[in-house]
């Protein structure tokens, strides 16, 4: 396959929590395929996995800080603030990514990597081109009430998964011939009348049915479409993500004669 000739194929990585780092295993398979990656958009946790992979391309140890992650970890990555929209600052988290990015700049990073966030004043999609890149990162996954807002040019940035939770139209205009999405909110069914009455599940499943229904329809231009397969994943499962690793595998060899078949279709035209 001649290098100059084949298609340009770009990563749309959906916003999901826990669930994302199905993203991990996904790019693990189209790694070991050799399925290049020219471009990737990340939304929230999307932001999170694509961008250290695009300033490290080092997929493995990207897994390898997930997977011994624990819970004394994460909490000590809280500071607490308590006010201005947020119960947590987020600057420690930041400062991690900072040092494990070795605090590149976007404009650095090895593939060509942009990062999406919400303006939570009016709720318009905010694509991140230049800056920091562990500052992009922390603004779109600051998620209000729990994270305070990031501010990026006097605009008050959060999680990029409340207008944007699968970025295939910023992939598209990196240049993409090819996108991938990544969609971490494919429908699941659940019997309602097993959850009862409690107020918390109740609220938890409308708003899974509102991503739904916004990954759905952010993945309509895609070319190709990956649903990892998660299950329903919490928060705390960041701690205990092989599952989901295995998942984002999965999913991604299920696809891959599907990839194939389209770089085919690209180069002969």
């Not at 942009?114 to 996954?141: F, Q």
């Not at 139209?169 to 019997?191: F, H, K």
């Not at 759905?216 to 690793?245: C, E, H, L």
Request: aromatic content about 6%; proline content about 4%; charged content about 25%.
């Amino acid at each position: 396959m001649q290098q100059e000739k084949r298609p340009k194929i770009g990563l749309a990585l959906g916003s999901g929590g826990a669930k994302g780092l199905a993203h991990i295993g996904i790019i693990k398979v189209l790694e070991e395929n050799n399925i290049p990656i020219d471009f990737i958009a990340g939304s929230s946790v999307g932001a999170i996995i694509g961008g250290c992979y695009a300033a490290l391309r080092d997929i493995n140890e990207i897994e390898k800080i997930a997977l011994k992650t624990n819970s004394r970890q994460m909490f000590s990555f809280i500071d607490p603030a308590l006010r201005r929209g947020g119960l947590v600052r987020g600057e420690k988290i930041k400062k991690f990514f900072e040092q494990f990015v070795n605090g590149i700049e976007i404009k650095d990073c090895r593939i060509p990597f942009l990062a999406v966030a919400t303006d939570l004043n009016n709720g318009e999609s905010v694509v991140i081109r230049k800056g920091k890149l562990s500052h992009a990162i922390h603004a779109s996954i600051a998620c209000p009430p729990v994270f305070r807002p990031v501010e990026i040019e006097s605009r008050s940035l959060g999680d990029g998964g409340f207008s944007m939770p699968v970025p295939v139209d910023v992939v598209r205009e990196m240049g993409a011939d090819i996108v991938i999405a990544v969609n971490l909110d494919s429908y699941q069914s659940t019997d309602i009348r097993k959850m009862g009455v409690v107020f918390f599940k109740a609220v938890q499943r409308s708003i899974w049915l509102l991503r739904h229904h916004l990954s759905a329809w952010n993945i309509k231009n895609a070319d190709i479409v990956i649903n990892p397969q998660t299950g329903r994943v919490y928060w705390n499962k960041f701690m205990n993500g092989k599952k989901s690793i295995l998942a984002g595998e999965e999913a991604a060899r299920k696809i891959l004669p599907e990839i194939r078949k389209l770089m085919k279709e690209k180069m002969e035209k």
